[in-house]
């Protein structure tokens, strides 16, 4: 059984940092695509970055150059580093998992969220101005 935990959301000010973590467990496969989604309220929920079993990594224009996604542990860890956060970065945060590596050859924007078979429960970044 596949499980996704996230943790490290929390409040900050603009121009500050946060590091997310993901741990994943269960997931045996040789191939496999990472994601880190956010949600806000009222708005749907949309994949800013990815990074796949290779270590490719890809983001969405929003966060280029001020998020960064990580793995340690093989795909058992998944981080995320943000720096210089804006109150529009306000969110639920969610990491997903997905068997293959496929997955992430699409840019972060364009990746349906059925595209991947596991979530966590996801954790709240509050950015305030």
């Known amino acids: 059984q596949v499980q996704v935990a996230e943790s490290g959301g929390g409040s900050v000010e603009a121009g500050g940092s946060l590091r997310l973590s993901c741990e994943v467990s269960?997931?045996?496969?040789?191939?496999?695509?990472m994601a880190w989604y956010r949600q806000a309220p009222g708005k749907e929920r949309e994949g800013f970055a990815t990074i796949d079993s290779d270590g490719r990594t890809n983001y969405d224009d929003s966060v280029k150059g001020r998020f960064t996604i990580s793995q340690s542990n093989g795909k058992n860890s998944v981080a995320l580093q943000m720096n210089n956060l804006k109150p529009d970065d306000t969110a639920m945060y969610y990491c997903?998992?997905?068997?293959?590596?496929?997955?992430?050859?699409?840019?972060?924007?364009?990746?349906?969220?059925?595209?991947?078979?596991?979530w966590g429960q996801g954790t709240q970044v509050t950015v305030s101005s």
């Open positions: 269960g997931l045996d496969y040789p191939t496999y695509c």
């Open positions: 997903a998992a997905g068997d293959s590596r496929t997955i992430c050859n699409y840019s972060p924007h364009e990746i349906v969220t059925w595209a991947f078979g596991y």
